[in-house]
């Protein structure tokens, strides 16, 4: 089985780049799941349900998301009414939505999507390592093919993640920093990691955001408007080939394509 999974889209570049290209990857590698976090979708900051639409119609089979899913309001009005739309888990039981899903892949599999968010410098919520075993309890009842988005800061804690799924999950997948990282690797129980799998947006910027915005806020520390970059599109992703049988990982593979235009 090959899963197909694209780092944080950002704003209407990132949703163009999906558009434009992902068709394309779906068929030249023979992709049987595409998996997106889209929580930096809408202007950089959250998401709409038209957005979401747009996406789904893109080729993606399921959105996961983090700390910015929040950030427009009408998310809580719509969050329910797309089961493959996920916030992380580990957020309190009787906040909208829902942290993971089953799904048929397009050869008839089914693969499980978890989505968690990390604690370290960002806000305090359940524990994901619990919320992780939680979730795996229900998961692995339908399927061993299980895919991880850990949308956390601190590479220690998304590192530990990796090391504490090993063996029960084919892949964790980090999220968040927009930095694709060079670690990619298949730990020694058969889990694929990667500490980030980068960022689908416009790459003449700072991680998807003007410049010019970014650089006022660090030398003035005042708050300022942010707004998404335009320069120099790209997709990112990881490309993740699964033992159906055993939910092992065989392969992870980090890749990156560039708008021409």
């Known amino acids: 089985m090959r899963v197909f999974f694209i780092g944080d889209i950002v704003g209407k570049p990132g949703r163009r780049a ?3 290209l992902l068709p394309g990857i779906v068929s030249d590698y023979d992709i049987d799941c595409v998996i997106a976090n889209c929580e930096n979708a809408a202007a950089g900051f959250g998401v709409t349900r038209e957005i979401v639409e747009e996406l789904f119609k893109s080729n993606i089979d399921v959105l996961t998301s983090g700390n910015h899913i ?3 309001k009408e998310i809580n009005e719509f969050i329910g009414d797309f089961k493959n739309l996920l916030r992380p888990a580990n957020y309190p039981a009787h906040i909208p939505g829902v942290g993971s899903v089953l799904v048929s892949t397009r050869k008839g599999n089914v693969l499980g999507v978890l989505n968690l968010e990390g604690r370290i410098f960002m806000q305090p919520l359940d524990c994901p390592f619990r919320a992780a075993e939680i979730e795996l309890g229900h998961l692995k009842e339908r399927t061993k093919i299980i895919v991880v988005d850990f949308h956390a ?3 220690s804690e998304k590192k530990s993640m990796g090391w504490f799924l090993d063996g029960r999950v084919s892949a964790v997948i980090g999220t968040h920093t927009h930095v694709q990282t060079a670690d990619e690797s298949i730990l020694p129980e058969g889990t694929a990691y990667i500490t980030d799998a980068g960022m689908t947006g ?3 910027s700072v991680i998807g ?3 010019e915005d970014i650089l006022t806020r660090f ?3 005042v708050p300022n408007k942010f707004n998404v970059a335009k320069g120099d599109v790209r997709l990112q992703g990881v490309l993740l080939e699964i033992d159906e049988e055993t939910g092992k990982c065989k392969k992870i593979e980090r890749l990156t394509w560039r708008l021409e235009r």
């Open 70 to 72: 929040w950030d427009k």
């Open 153 to 155: 800061e601190a590479t």
């Open 202 to 204: 416009a790459f003449d």
């Open 219 to 221: 030398l003035t520390l």
């Open 18 to 20: 999906v558009r434009e």
């Open 209 to 211: 955001i003007k410049k």
